[in-house]
């Protein structure tokens, strides 16, 4: 297996890869909303897996050191430059990477979108992490499940234009009507950084003393938030749920701060996000609607009519189990 490339924006801008890919090598690049997150690490680690297992692939690992579309435009016409065989994109917004990624497939580049998808015409297959249904109505009962007798509830989520986010948010507000007694109270964004994230939390207990939980879709701000709870006294007033990493998140479950909480595993979806690359890119299999595709050990996807897939069922933590995975990812 070829060593995972860690590149900033500003060493793929240039062309510093730390060594060049043999004759052979299918190179695959994961391209992740911002490095230095522990979903997105974890997910390469799935990369590195399904790599290993196809033998001949070596993936670059990048992203911008940032939420922004900007960055990841720097970070695409690099990887088009260098000629890669495949982009794997977990996006930061849904439009403004189409253009790009519409050159990278021009040149005969696989596009595909994974975690945060882009629009159609923009990459080739998407693969979400799970149903967006399913994650919509999972993250407003895992905040109603505590509340039996109803309550006021906020959502912390990363950026306005992050797509996964934005449809989840529009599926839990869906199913709104299964939870009676539950009132959203507002929306903010932390830009899935963590301070921004933290004073966004903070900001939600104090314009609604009486919240009784905060919702976070992503595990950047579900963290920062039970930090605010507990720095604010409240553990027991306002819990914390959403998507959040085992690892990360065991501290806040064993001190109250969180309920539960659930995420798919991150290291599945870099794996499987891989294998879908690799099947399209050697043509072994084609995007279009009804196509099933294996992904090795995660089994097989079918693509449904916009090209998008779902990788599996988001899994629930709590003080129950939180132990069996906080040492894994």
């Not at 234009?161 to 948010?169: K, L, P, R, V």
């Not at 933290?198 to 609604?208: K, N, P």
């Amino acid at each position: 297996m070829k060593l995972t490339k860690l590149l900033t924006t500003a060493a793929v801008a240039t062309g510093l890869f730390a060594g060049a890919a043999q004759a052979d090598d299918m190179r695959i690049a994961l391209v992740v909303k911002a490095l230095g997150i522990g979903f997105f690490e974890a997910a390469a680690k799935g990369a590195e897996e399904a790599a290993g297992e196809l033998g001949g692939v070596e993936i670059i690992y990048t992203g911008p050191t940032d939420t922004t579309a900007e960055g990841q435009i720097e970070v695409i016409n690099s990887l088009i430059a260098q000629n890669v065989d495949a982009i794997a994109i977990s996006a930061n917004d849904t439009d403004a990477l189409v253009p790009t990624l519409k050159k990278a497939m021009d040149r005969g580049i696989t596009v595909i979108s994974w975690d945060s998808g882009v629009a159609d015409d923009g990459r080739q297959a998407h693969l979400n992490p799970s149903s967006n249904a399913l994650i919509g109505n999972m993250i407003i009962k895992l905040a109603a499940d505590h509340l039996p007798e109803g309550g006021d509830v906020a959502v912390l989520s990363a950026t306005t234009t992050s797509t996964n986010q934005n449809i989840w948010i529009e599926e839990m507000t869906k199913v709104m009507g299964n939870y009676p007694g539950i009132n959203v109270v507002g929306t903010v964004y932390g830009d899935d950084l963590a301070d921004k994230s933290y004073r966004e939390a903070t900001g939600l207990m104090q314009s609604y003393p009486d919240l009784d939980a905060i919702i976070a879709p992503t595990s950047v701000g579900i963290v920062a938030a039970a930090q605010a709870v507990a720095d604010a006294g409240k553990i027991g007033q306002v819990n914390v749920t959403g998507l959040g990493l085992p690892s990360e998140m065991a501290g806040a479950i064993e001190s109250g701060a969180s309920q539960s909480f659930a995420i798919w595993n991150p290291i599945d979806l870099g794996y499987s996000a891989t294998m879908l690359a690799y099947q399209l890119a050697t043509e072994a299999a084609k995007a279009e609607p009804g196509a099933e595709i294996a992904i090795g050990r995660m089994g097989t996807i079918t693509l449904d009519e916009t090209n998008s897939a779902a990788m599996a069922d988001p899994f629930v933590y709590d003080s129950s189990n939180i132990d069996a995975f906080k040492d894994i990812f």
